[in-house]
């Protein structure tokens, strides 16, 4: 287990613990993917994983079926993917991912969380020494063997592999190897429950209790916006 996993186990993501956060987020990704690849998931690998994702987080069926016809009804507003990058109070880094149909809405609240806080939106790009863009698949423990699929992922482009709390087996890999370790998966017919992206901090930065609370505030503007769809941060 290295870093990606202490990272992982130390986050505290309160908008995945509210199931209407959870739906919106798979919600949106299921129309970006449908637009970008159409609403057959036999053809389209992005829709099938997020089919998946659905299931595992209990989505019901009619919200599922309502972001299918949203994406195929060109009637309804174009979505785009929209990062931030941003410095928080005491010089944290966050970036926020957002789904969107309009930019200068999204942007001027996300600028204003911001600079209200003491913090500042930086250029496209600042961040990337900061953070590793990670593709994590959680595969079922049953009949698998951690040594053999981290050996077997290597080409794939599989670069960490455990076993969790919960029984699951977490694959971590480079954000363009997503779609090689999907297909190493499914050819071996490993059932996946689900898969994401992440950004790990290359390092992480110790504040006190008192600076913590500065960005707290920033995290729980940030996690009440709708746009809003995943937030990443360095601070420790």
Known sequence: MGRAYEYRKARKFKRWNAMSKVFSKIGKEIIMAIRASGPNPEANSRLRALMQNARAANMPKDIVDRAIKKATNRDEAELKEIVYECYAPHGIAVVVETVTDNHNRTVA????????????????????????????????????????????????????????????????????????????????????????????????????????????????????????????????
Request: charged fraction near 35%; hydrophobic fraction near 35%; glycine fraction near 8%.
């Open 109 to 236: 609240l996300v600028r204003s969380i911001f600079t209200r806080a003491g913090g500042t939106l930086g250029t496209q790009g600042s961040l990337d020494f900061v953070f590793d863009r990670k593709c994590i698949f959680k595969i079922s423990a049953e009949g698998q063997s951690v040594e053999d699929l981290e050996f077997e992922l290597i080409d794939a482009g599989g670069d960490e592999v455990f076993e969790d709390e919960e029984g699951h087996i977490v694959i971590y890999g480079s954000y363009k190897d997503y779609g090689a370790i999907q297909k190493f998966l499914e050819e071996r017919s490993i059932p996946i429950i689900s898969s994401d992206f992440e950004r790990i901090p290359v390092d992480t930065k110790e504040l006190t209790e008192e600076q913590m609370a500065d960005v707290e505030k920033v995290l729980d503007k940030l996690d009440e916006d709708d746009d809003v769809q995943q937030v990443f941060h360095n601070m420790r």
